[in-house]
């Protein structure tokens, strides 16, 4: 054999290796991770907590939106904010379901005025009259387990335990409600929160439902704001999703009737409750992770119990400025294309 035959033969035997150590790498390194199918049920538009925490759904490659559906009546409202939210977000992939319409009808509608020339009928993705039963359907026809956020009032989730109770074998719940050592604020005694004493009893349904279940109560989630340079950054970013957000914090603010909250969006957030329901759903790295029982008072607290059921709970943070940080960078920062 010719010299130089020998040599095409050394260097085409190197290639075949080459190649077969690249396959042989490429199928032991691990796979990316697989986004977590999720459905939010919000109380939109009451405080402006959740259309922060909408838009870090949107923002976080971790999760994949497969429905959004107002809850605590006032539904027209909601899913026109839902839709509309949704659409300037360039997201009209996502179906819209209108909630239960329950007391309470009347109230101040904060951020109506964003949505008041706004044609449901012209969402141009999906919307479900019965939102309650498209949360039930997706559940259960989904191939993989679903997490269910849910960052308002719970008629919604606890009607659809009711109507189909096996809902609970195929989904977890990860919701801001309760207060167990904490208050509103540092140092206060622990409260009836919001979330569960205005429906405490759909809230004690979805306490003691068979499905895993872990609650950012207002040990944590009362603490978050997000204030000076990074606020400033919020406030300046030419992000769709972020200026949607800052356009109904200003609506709000204004209905708010405290010439003090009406002058808030020029340097700091609102109290952020709902961001770390968010947060929780695909990530605890940042807070102190406790099992605890429950039990949902008629007065709307949640007291401990041994008798209550197991919650998983965020009752302190690791890093709180940390958490602050990372929700504006993922607000202000849009996704490549």
Known sequence: MQAN??????????????????LNVASSAPAAAKPIPVILDTDIGDDIDDTWALGLVLRSPELDLKLAVGDYGRAPYRAKLLAKFLQRAGRADVPVGVGLDIEPRGGT?????????????????????????????????????VTLIAIGPLPNVAEALRREPRIAQRARFVGMHGSVKLGYGRGSPPAAEWNV?????????????????????????GLVHVTGENYQRFKNATDPVAMAILENYRLWAATGGDA????QPATRSSTLFDTVAVYLAFTEALCRMETVHLRVTDDGFTREDPAGPAVRAALSWKDQAAFERFLVERLTSAPAN
């Open 5 to 22: 035959t020998v040599v095409r033969c050394l260097r085409l035997g190197c290639a075949l290796a080459l190649g077969l150590l690249v």
């Open 109 to 145: 509608e904060r951020q109506g005025a964003w949505v008041k020339d706004y044609d449901l009928k012209s969402y141009p993705g999906r919307v479900h009259a019965d939102g309650v039963q498209a949360m039930i359907d997706l559940i259960i026809k989904s191939p993989e387990p």
């Open 260 to 263: 003090g909250l009406k002058e």
């Open 197 to 221: 004493k205005a429906a405490p009893a759909a809230c004690r349904a979805v306490f003691e439902a068979p499905w895993p279940k872990t609650i950012t109560p207002l040990d944590t989630c």
